[in-house]
């Protein structure tokens, strides 16, 4: 439902969460690669261009979840169905804070601070604790929806079945690893 056939989208939801990885070194490595990544994702164009596909992801998205949705699928096809659907409303909530909240309304930064809810952090607010989750469901099921989207290109390219839903099986270990690791580090684990 979110990507094969947008491989540029896909490389921006990758790069925005390698981002988040270097967390784990610490916020200065953190605010060094978004830098370099806010040179093109917050540019004149690519702004604009991102958020549109965004919001076209969660419309065509929903759109399938529905078709999807009126009969019984397999465990695969429902974990795809069901981790996009999370994602449109995810992605909706996460657009709201970080465009409506943050930087409208509270005219603040939407910096390394903002994403760990600075100054008391994620795990010692009674706030801000609710992020943890909704952060690590963010990543883990981006990243896995991925996979799912892999697994039917592949079936459909004429892989054996069982082969599909192994690789699709180490994106989801993969995935569960890679948000783990990031809120380790927005928690505050350092490998450095
Ligand atoms: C651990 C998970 C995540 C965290 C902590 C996080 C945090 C952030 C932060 C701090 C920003 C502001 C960036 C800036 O000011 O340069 C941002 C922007 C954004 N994020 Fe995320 N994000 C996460 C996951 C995701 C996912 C899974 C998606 C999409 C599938 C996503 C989509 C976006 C978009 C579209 C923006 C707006 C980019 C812009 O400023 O133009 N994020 N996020």
Not at 31 to 37: E, N
């Amino acid at each position: 439902m979110f990507v094969c056939s947008r491989p540029s989208r896909a490389r921006a939801e990758r790069l925005h969460l390698a981002n988040h990885v270097f967390g784990l070194i610490g916020p200065d490595a953190h605010a060094a690669v978004m830098k370099i990544g806010r040179v093109v994702y917050r540019s004149g164009v690519g702004e604009p261009l991102l958020v549109a596909a965004m919001l076209s992801q969660i419309g065509t998205g929903l759109f399938l979840a529905w078709h999807w949705s009126a009969a019984p699928q397999g465990f695969h096809r429902t974990f795809q169905v069901a981790s996009g659907a999370y994602l449109s409303l995810f992605i909706l909530g996460h657009m709201n804070s970080v465009f409506i909240y943050a930087r409208s309304f509270l005219g603040i930064p939407t910096d390394w601070n903002f994403a760990i809810g600075a100054p008391t952090g994620l795990i010692h607010d009674a706030w801000n604790i609710r992020l943890l989750p909704h952060y690590a469901l963010g990543a883990f099921l981006v990243l896995s929806h991925l996979a799912s989207g892999l697994r039917v290109v592949l079936i459909a390219h004429g892989v054996d079945r069982l082969a599909a839903n192994r690789l699709w099986g180490a994106g989801v270990a993969i995935s569960t690893v890679i948000s783990a690791a990031i809120i380790a580090g927005m928690c505050g684990v350092r490998i450095s």
